[in-house]
């Protein structure tokens, strides 16, 4: 007698081992959200971009959110489970975004009286960070929209090498000044608009890739011709926005 006997076949053992498939958006700013998705990211440990740790949540077994923090550099996502690490096959690209800023004043804040025409009428401070990569040059302005009629100009600064990183208050070395919209040109002109209510004045500053090829006197350097000039080769830009009533 034969007897036949059943061979049970072993399947192999299923991984769990994390994967990644997709990582958007990989070109990112500091403060921007990315989603990591793959598989098996339950039991998720650790997650590091360019070999430094970062702060993460896992979402599902497929999905997770990473916002990336300050100090964070270029290159690949790795995620450690319980079960392996598996690191991207493509890198997180991190991208400066120029900031300015004041120690005097913030963003969409009040503009001090000291810098105005009730006052000294002083130049402000102005500084600035987080500049592109192949920054080389910068440049400052500073200008109001009245109600009717063309930009009033403040202030015009050009010529600042990318080892410049601010103007001190009530500069008058740093830079070269422009022509702003007022009888006396090469300088900073305090603010002294007429009539009731809060006015807004934007100071910005420009990221260039290139110091401007200037072309005509000084005294023609307007904020409109230094734009101009500037318009093929300004990596970024960054404005303040302040208000100020006179009293």
Same mark, same amino acid.
């Given at each position: 007698?034969? !007897?036949?006997?059943?061979?049970?076949?072993?399947?192999?053992?299923? !991984?769990? !081992?994390? +994967?990644?498939?997709?990582? !958007?958006?990989?070109?990112? #700013?500091? +403060?921007?959200?990315? @989603?990591?998705?793959?598989?098996?990211?339950?039991?998720?440990?650790?997650?590091?971009?360019? +070999?430094?740790?970062?702060?993460?949540?896992?979402?599902?077994?497929?999905?997770?959110?990473?916002?990336?923090?300050?100090?964070?550099?270029?290159?690949?996502?790795?995620?450690?489970?319980?079960? +392996?690490?598996?690191?991207?096959?493509?890198?997180?690209?991190?991208?400066?975004?120029?900031?300015?800023?004041?120690?005097?004043?913030?963003?969409?804040?009040?503009?001090?009286?000291? %810098?105005?025409?009730?006052?000294?009428?002083?130049?402000?401070?102005?500084?600035?960070?987080?500049?592109?990569?192949?920054?080389?040059?910068?440049?400052?302005?500073? #200008?109001?929209?009245?109600?009717?009629?063309?930009?009033?100009?403040?202030?015009?600064?050009?010529?600042?090498?990318?080892?410049?990183?601010?103007?001190?208050?009530?500069?008058?070395?740093?830079?070269?000044?422009?022509?702003?919209?007022?009888?006396?040109?090469?300088?900073?002109?305090?603010?002294?608009?007429?009539?009731?209510?809060?006015?807004? %004045? %934007?100071?910005?500053?420009?990221?260039?890739?290139?110091?401007?090829?200037? @072309?005509?006197?000084?005294?023609?350097?307007?904020?409109?011709?230094?734009?101009?000039?500037?318009?093929?080769?300004?990596?970024?830009?960054?404005?303040?926005?302040?208000?100020?009533?006179?009293?």
């Amino acid at each position: 007698m034969i !007897s036949m006997f059943a061979c049970k076949k072993n399947n192999p053992p299923v !991984s769990l !081992s994390p +994967g990644i498939t997709t990582i !958007s958006p990989t070109n990112v #700013h500091v +403060g921007d959200t990315i @989603t990591i998705s793959g598989a098996h990211f339950t039991g998720t440990t650790s997650v590091m971009i360019n +070999g430094v740790n970062v702060t993460f949540t896992v979402v599902n077994d497929s999905t997770i959110i990473v916002v990336i923090p300050q100090g964070t550099t270029s290159g690949p996502v790795t995620v450690t489970t319980t079960n +392996g690490t598996i690191s991207s096959t493509v890198n997180i690209q991190m991208l400066s975004k120029l900031v300015a800023f004041s120690s005097a004043f913030v963003n969409n804040g009040l503009y001090p009286k000291l %810098y105005t025409c009730d006052s000294t009428g002083i130049s402000p401070p102005i500084s600035w960070r987080d500049a592109p990569v192949g920054t080389n040059a910068y440049a400052v302005t500073m #200008h109001t929209i009245p109600v009717t009629g063309a930009n009033h100009v403040y202030m015009v600064v050009y010529n600042l090498p990318s080892t410049v990183t601010s103007l001190p208050e009530n500069n008058t070395t740093v830079g070269t000044y422009g022509a702003n919209t007022f009888p006396n040109p090469l300088k900073y002109e305090p603010p002294c608009s007429q009539g009731p209510g809060l006015k807004y %004045y %934007y100071l910005t500053v420009y990221a260039l890739s290139q110091q401007p090829n200037i @072309t005509v006197a000084q005294n023609q350097v307007t904020m409109d011709y230094l734009k101009s000039v500037i318009s093929n080769i300004t990596l970024d830009t960054s404005m303040i926005t302040v208000g100020y009533a006179r009293p």
